[in-house]
């Protein structure tokens, strides 16, 4: 692309990374996901959120190397592909797109079934879909405005919500915390895996942002402990007020009955269906410009790669939606849920370990941002990953639809071997 247009893409405050990253780490899971963690493990549910931070902490410094390393689209896609070649970048490419959108068809699902209990349309999490489709198609700063907006509506009550709630912590649940007996804390783990993910999105619309190599590092460490220390409170706030936790349908809507009363629960009950619009409208910002990144690389059908002169992604801002709405319709919350947590590790392990191949390989690249210990911390954290997956036992339908949406990825390559051929591309 010429430079003049790409320097005219370049909008992106470290704001709008931020809001990305706040609006996809914080999203459905603090509502949804509270209760079946306590179900999991009682209270070293919060144990579990804590050791799932630690390791999303590593996985995230090890795209902040990378992050500050590059200045264009993809993300995890950009990193593997420089660092293990063209079949390796397109295949955690293609899977960092489905993670994306999996998870914005999840939180769409939760969305819908939030507004259809208020008494709203049963169609509400597609017209979501619908809405944010057609903002991003105004242009990126809409859509960035969007997401800006939407995570300081929601984050703020929360805040206000673990701050107050600090009040009811019992010192009981937390010696139970640090000594558990007994319970799945990796189960709870992988479930929070869910709640913590999504500081990934932050870097895959680098190639717009103004300041790339500075704001991407920043606004995914940022995102991501913030929302950790935030989501860790919130799990002693709950296990505190609410006993029987592990059965409660609205954990935070309880809690915050028992604090502020009933304007409270209410406002918690609005909050919720907010944040889960601010998630979308994060995925719905990013998952195009993954998806164009594929295509410019002659990965994907070019037409889907096609920009407007002003350089917005709008035919993959159509599939991307297309693609949402129609697993929102087709499959519930939870299925897509597990299925993205599958996913999710496919593009954290192969990011971790480029970052150790690119210290041999690209050893005289610029790196603003460098990890101590030499290959420890990358390593680490992908060990991490795999052990974190194999102890969680994801169902084999989890891993049945996870690989059809692979053999999509496949037949979709083959279908643009011929004109990869024909332009000299890989």
Known sequence: MPEANGAARRRLTLWDCLGVGLNSVIGSGVYLLLAPMAAAAGAASAVGILACAALCALIALCFAELGAMHDQDGGSYVYARRAFGPVVGFVVGWTSLVNVVLGYAAVAVGFGDAVAKAG???????????????????????????????????????????????????????????HPAGGSISRAAFLAVFMLSGFEYTAIPAGEAERPKRDIPLALVGSLLGAAVLYAV????????????????????????????????????????????????????????????????????PILGWRSAAGEP?????????????????????????????????QYVPTCLAVVVLRFTARDAPRPVRLPLGPVIPLVAAAASVVLLWAAKPAASEWTQGGLLSLLGGVLWAATASWRAKVGRP
């Open 314 to 346: 709008r035919p993959a801002i159509l599939a991307v939606g297309a693609a949402a709405a129609a697993l929102a319709l087709g499959q519930g919350y939870a299925s897509l849920v597990n299925v993205a947590d599958v996913a999710v590790f496919a």
């Open 120 to 178: 709203g349309p049963a169609w509400g999490g597609v017209g979501l879909i619908a809405a944010l489709t057609a903002i991003n198609w105004a242009g990126i700063k809409g859509g960035a405005r969007s997401s800006d907006a939407l995570s300081v509506i929601k984050v703020l009550p929360l805040l206000a919500l673990a701050a107050a709630g600090l009040l009811l912590v019992k010192g009981s649940v937390v010696v139970e915390a640090l």
């Open 234 to 301: 919130l799990q002693l706030v709950a296990l505190s007020a609410l006993p029987d936790l592990g059965s409660r349908e609205h954990p935070l809507v309880d809690v915050a009955r028992q604090l502020f009363g009933r304007p409270g629960a209410v406002a918690i009950e609005v909050v919720t269906v907010v944040s889960m619009a601010g998630f979308c409208a994060g995925s719905a910002l990013v998952a195009p410009r993954a998806l164009t990144a594929l295509c410019e690389a002659g990965y994907l059908p």
